[in-house]
């Protein structure tokens, strides 16, 4: 059976694919210490229900930080809601 080559998506290196991709798949990873109760909650969240979700990023990072492979996916972990205007968490 012949080998079909993967060609990287967007113009970029397979590395910079595979940690595009690989981000994306734990962006959220820290929500597993996320009460389902907020998660799941169909109205507005408290302040403080927002100051937990507001952990996940930081959650998400400690997971990370012994795994071998975590150097390809931690940013994307701990700051995927970073905006340029500065009113992003993790600050």
């Known amino acids: 059976m012949a080998r079909v080559a993967i060609q990287p998506r967007a113009g970029v290196t397979r590395r910079t694919d595979a940690r595009i991709s690989l981000g994306g798949f734990l962006h959220a990873l820290g929500k ?17 229900e927002y100051e937990v979700i ?7 990072r400690r997971l990370l930080i012994d795994h071998p ?7 994307a972990v701990y700051a995927h809601h970073e905006r340029p205007d500065g009113t992003s968490y993790p600050l």
Do not use: F, Q, Y
Request: charged content about 30%.
């Open 69 to 75: 492979l975590a150097g390809l996916a931690e940013s």
């Open 54 to 60: 507001k952990t996940h990023p930081d959650v998400g």
């Open 32 to 48: 597993i210490a996320v009460p389902d109760a907020i998660l799941n909650k169909p109205d507005r969240l408290t302040d403080d």
